[in-house]
């Protein structure tokens, strides 16, 4: 080979490669923009660097044998096009309304368990204080703003709960469109990349599986039936077993208080 032959292939290669980065770096922008937009619920753009898949003939180009009797009859080219995969998309993106609703879904999961624990909660303080001939006892009052202390914090825990929820999963979505675009640029393959997308979307989007609230008023409880036993016990051995301390709300009406 002469060496203008060689310098011409040289260049040639040279362009082919600038012209391949080019491509490479179209597809990374295109796709880039198209990842940003399907997290972002904004409108998604068009694929503009596809390269429909054709075979050569004289005059044009054919696409199997189809393709190829029509061509022939046409005398042009006919060319087949790989489906959009976002062409169908209807997510309205990961915004804020969306972690919202996440914070939302969680207080109204959580704050109706709340809710019932705390009537059973009440329930249990009335029977205890209706035992003890203390219902209508200024001490009732006490105990039940304690309950309320209670449950007050506990709405507090259910509201923090709520947004540290919407923020792990605000995270968690940062942390996937950051995989992806880190995905394309690595591969320069769009439509993988945004096949990628679109499954790591539905799994994000998927309502959040939350865990039952816990008991709220598990020691409130617990500590009013302890008391009630040990004050009960007090009354009922004449003073023989005495309670740790005694409030006389759980003692048996009419029973006298007997003190060591």
Known sequence: MSKK?????????????????????AKIRNGTARINALFDGTPVPADTTSTPATQPFAGGSF???????????????TTSTTPDPL??????????????????????YATPQL??????????LTYSLARGG???????????????????????????TANSTANQ?????????????NELNTTGDQTQTINDALGRVTALSAPTQFSPLGQVFANFTGALSTQANAEKAQAY???????PFYTGLFAPSGSVKVTA
């Open 169 to 181: 999963a605000r995270t968690a979505v940062a942390g996937a469109k950051s995989d992806l675009i």
């Open 87 to 108: 062409a169908g998309n209807t997510f309205g993106g990961f915004n804020d309304n969306f972690y919202s609703n996440i914070a939302k879904s969680y207080q109204d």
């Open 115 to 124: 809710q019932d624990q705390l009537t059973d909660a009440r329930k249990q």
């Open 237 to 243: 051995s004449g003073g023989a077993v005495q309670a």
């Open 134 to 160: 203390n219902l209508n006892s200024s001490t009732r009052a006490d105990q039940e703003g304690k309950l309320q202390k209670t449950a007050d914090a506990a709405q507090l825990q259910i509201n923090d």
């Open 5 to 25: 032959g060689g310098d011409d292939a040289a260049a040639q290669l040279a362009q082919q490669s600038r012209s391949d980065e080019q491509a490479r770096q």
């Open 63 to 77: 696409v199997g044998d189809a393709g190829n009797a029509l061509a022939s009859r046409l005398g042009g080219t």
